[in-house]
């Protein structure tokens, strides 16, 4: 059994669970329930987790009748972290993929996802695929990442921080085992997703990309999201348990525009001090600030 690969051993029912945490937003999750429903691979269960929502969204998902859906309720909300580490509790796949309840999948995702990994032995489960995803926003769409991790050449906090690559929640697909392995940190408020994939990686667990733009994650409703109710607290926090995966660098980059920017968009112009922060870390940062407002002020 230990050399039978995934391709050659595909009896096993569901063969994904797919876990959507929610928070109200009833008519953005009725369409991420449906793009999972109507996947080319349909051996699927979808675990809803309601996280204490003040909707009835029981309720209103009682019309779908399919015998691949679940339904979890947490009477208190928890916070996306907790209703994703419930939903893992509940599966009962193979493999395990996240969506958010704001973002959905074209058809083929879960297919070419698991075309990626087919020739891997049933016994390896030290493996994650991400899924490159169309940035959906009000100003039109993005793709993103623009390429893959190397794990030979890149640093992962640098390719996410300083680079700006996403292995966003809504498109990663493991081994159950492996998220059992490594839960999301339910005291984080923020950067749940880069703090478990900074200590995947962290264990060498292999990170493989699909390059098929076959999530898209919304991006177009600022009110409601954790990540856009901007306080600096969050971040600060995940910098000091995360901090020994950072270079001075990638913590630069954090405090000048994770945090000093940030602040000024919303007119908090207490985020100079962070800003001052970054560039007493990292000089370099100094130039790159000056040159950034330089071509502002020429265009």
Known sequence: MTNTTIAEHPDFAPLVSVVIPCFNRIVKL????ESVLHQTE?????IIVDDGSTEDVQGALASIQDS??????????GGAAKARNRGMAEARGRFLALL??????????????????????VSDTNWLVYNKIVVRTLWGDFPNPLRGFDPDRDDLAYYFVVERNYMQTSGLLGPLALFKKYPFDEHLKRHQDFDLLLRMRADN???????DENVIYDDTEYEGRIS?????GPTL????????????????????????????????YSGAFY????????????????????????S
């Open 30 to 33: 009725r369409r991420a329930i």
């Open 42 to 46: 349909s051996s699927v269960e979808v």
């Open 68 to 77: 691949r859906f679940r339904f979890v309720r947490l009477e208190e909300n």
């Open 100 to 121: 958010d309840s704001d973002d959905w999948w074209l058809p083929q995702k879960l297919e070419m996802q698991l075309k990626i990994v087919a020739d891997r032995p």
């Open 205 to 211: 667990v292999r990170l493989l990309y699909c390059a």
């Open 228 to 232: 856009k109710a901007f306080r600096p």
């Open 237 to 268: 926090d995940w910098m000091r348990k995360a901090s020994r995966f950072m270079s001075r660098h990638v913590r630069s980059e954090l405090y000048v525009y994770y945090l000093g920017v940030k602040m000024f968009r919303h007119g908090q």
């Open 275 to 298: 800003i001052a922060v970054g560039v007493l870390l990292y000089p370099p940062m100094f130039i790159e600030l000056c040159s950034k407002i330089s071509s502002k002020l020429r």
